[in-house]
């Protein structure tokens, strides 16, 4: 459908140009939402500069989408999502890498539909050999910036296994390590290339109070990678020497870590540092309602707001039916909503929260307005990971993954909610509530 008409009223050229504009739309640009046109190209992939396409080069668009008002985002982000539409990046199935391969797949074509068109596979504490078959399938994957293939890998999160035993959360504690040797414990667990660059890994989790790990963490950011500290029991004191020796980040924050204690901040005190001191480090919050209080959330966002990064954390069961699973080891597990419990003594099971609803919590609970927490799942964890140049923003030159959301908002002391109603990536509609794509 190309339009026929430019500005200055010549006929529009017979070609495919793939430019592709937005319009009647709220743009989420810097702190605000702004009425304004998106150009992107179903070509290339990228966010246009539209007001030099227009004047310029007299370049009209091939289609125009009249959002209606809605809100266009950037794509989000998930720095740790454990599995979700029944696999789990953790387990090898039984048909090893064939079929490790194609749950994959089935992750990435469902995932995107809500919204989260790019996303960390994230591995729990696992024995060496699970990394080395596990890795291969998990790296980048944007490569050839095929639409179809649905949400897109930046690099793997290995959570673990150099964490600590007594705040493992759901990790084994049988396959934890000390990396006493340093580095070389890390190769031997991982394996030697998978530290080396290129890499299919993006993020560690590691606790920085471990025997050696403070020179593992010195050595992986020197190499490139992103790490964050977490499944720690750091003093506030340990936790610095993390971030001095390169940690960025901290893992799930609050979660599987020392509560605030007023003699001993622990990990969280790295919010309060001066940012002449050490520079304040990202942070992962669940948002799902159930691992952390609202007011909880308020307060480490009103320490640290540019800092805060959602996360689902969410497993398996994320984007399943509700009712009743086998888990491991005989026992069971009850989908309710977001809310995974284990059937015999109802104790909370992991997350399957989806991010978009994470959103919608934040937006709630802490009073921020939309760009910002849009922003917690957007530029943030672009940021966070050096990517802010190519994910996270809608700015020229940034791939074109974005979310088309509409607000409902029912007016004082009624409860906001974001809904996803169409998802493009690299420049073309994968996703849309209505039923076209
Ligand atoms: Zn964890």
Request: net charge negative; hydrophobic share 40%; glycine share 12%.
């Amino acid at each position: 459908m190309p339009s026929a008409i430019l500005p200055n009223g010549t006929a529009h050229r017979d070609r495919v140009t793939g430019v592709v504009k937005f319009t009647n739309c709220l743009l989420v640009r810097g702190a605000d939402l702004v009425n304004e046109d998106l150009w992107v190209s179903s070509i290339s992939g990228r966010i246009l500069n539209g007001q030099e396409l227009l004047y310029e080069q007299r370049i009209a668009p091939d289609s125009i989408i009249d959002l209606g008002g809605r809100i266009l985002s950037p794509g989000f982000i998930d720095v740790q999502l454990n599995g979700a539409y029944g696999f789990d990046f953790s387990v090898i199935p039984e048909d090893g890498a064939a079929g490790y391969g194609k749950g994959v797949q089935r992750v990435n074509k469902n995932l995107v539909r809500g919204g989260v068109t790019s996303y960390l596979p994230t591995l729990t504490s696992q024995l060496p050999d699970v990394y080395h078959e596990a890795l291969p399938y998990l790296g980048p994957s944007g490569a050839s910036r095929d639409a179809t293939l649905g949400s897109e890998s930046l690099g793997a999160h290995c959570e673990g296994p150099f964490i600590s035993p007594t705040k493992n959360g759901i990790h084994k504690v049988s396959v934890l390590q000390t990396p006493a040797n340093g580095i070389s414990d890390l190769a031997t667990c991982y394996g030697p290339a998978n530290l080396s660059s290129p890499s299919p890994i993006k993020l560690f989790t590691i606790a920085p109070e471990l025997p050696g790990a403070l020179s593992c963490i010195q050595s992986l950011a020197d190499r490139g990678f992103t790490v964050s500290i977490g499944h720690s029991e750091a003093s506030y004191e340990e936790a610095k020497l993390g971030i001095k020796a390169g940690a960025t980040k901290i893992t799930h924050l609050f979660n599987a870590m020392k509560p605030l204690h007023h003699r001993n901040p622990g990990i969280f005190g790295l919010l309060g540092t001066a940012s002449s001191s050490i520079a304040k480090p990202y942070f992962g919050i669940i948002a799902d309602g159930i691992h952390i209080h609202p007011t909880t959330i308020k307060i480490a966002w009103n320490a640290h707001p540019s800092g805060l990064i959602l996360v689902t954390d969410a497993m398996r069961l994320a984007g399943m039916p509700d009712g009743v699973y086998d888990w491991t080891n005989g026992s069971r597990i009850i989908k309710n909503g977001s809310l995974l419990t284990l059937e015999e003594n109802g104790k909370i099971a992991g997350s399957s929260a989806e991010l978009v609803d994470c959103v919608t919590n934040f937006l709630n609970w802490t009073g921020a307005g939309v760009v910002e927490a849009l922003r917690a799942v957007t530029e943030t964890p672009a940021r966070m990971l050096g990517m802010q140049d190519v994910k996270g923003s809608l700015r020229e030159g940034t791939d074109a993954d974005l979310v088309v959301l509409d607000l409902r908002d029912g007016g004082v002391g009624v409860e906001k909610k974001l809904v996803v109603d169409q998802v493009w990536k690299f420049g073309k509609k994968v996703f849309d509530r209505e039923g076209s794509a």
